[in-house]
């Protein structure tokens, strides 16, 4: 019996209904952690038993899915029969993911999260965006105080993307109510457009053609730090290990 090998007691019994002990309180996350090993070690022998490649199940920004994309197919050229699970997904939904063994890895703004460990991966700039037209653009470097009444679209607060726009209003003003919060920069893009306002876009989230808006630079200058978020309570499986390596090694030379 567990209570035995342990010496302490894990439930109370004494009432109508059993309940955790302090004690057993205490050991539930831990008894969990191991059932969640346990579990994805024995999936990780049945696919080596039947000689099926593990699953590598990863989560992303969506503006990184392309260039995630292109690694993922250059290591499976390097490794072959290797097998893959991608979403892109807000940033809150990675963390929940994260923490319930959905995902091995999530590719995201590297903020602090309990229970998650971040590896710093690369920095990228923000850009802040306006219509091809707006009269603020020739004012440029814009600060703080030259948006004051021009309508704000902001990236919703789960994609991580509201600490960086807030860090550029604490140079100058508070944080502007948004007029709109959305969850693609290609919305961002369509209602800035369409109202007369502004921004903020990621490097990487930019497209090479065909982009209606102009970028233009901010006092001060914006970016964001992208990191591998894993898990800080499980320990994934070598073939997870050996992409981490793979990514630090190969995305600082891969092209947006």
Known sequence: MLETGLGVQLLDRTGQRVKLTAAGSALLPIARRVMSNIADATFEMECIRTGESPVISLTCLQSLGP??????ADYTREHPGTRWSLFTSLRGAMVAGLRDGQFDLAICEGYADDGIGNIPLMRESLHLVLPHDHPLIEQAPLRPADLTNVPYIGLHRRLGALLEAQRFFAAGEAYPTPVAEVDTTQLVAELATGLGGYGFI??????????????????????????????????????VEMFIDYLLAAWPADSP
């Open 67 to 72: 260039r995630l994309c292109r690694l993922m």
């Open 202 to 239: 990621p490097d990487s989230a930019i497209p090479k053609n065909g982009f209606t808006m102009v970028t233009v630079p901010t006092d001060p200058p914006l970016t964001r730090q992208i990191s591998i978020a894993r898990s800080a309570n499980r320990n994934n499986p070598p073939a």
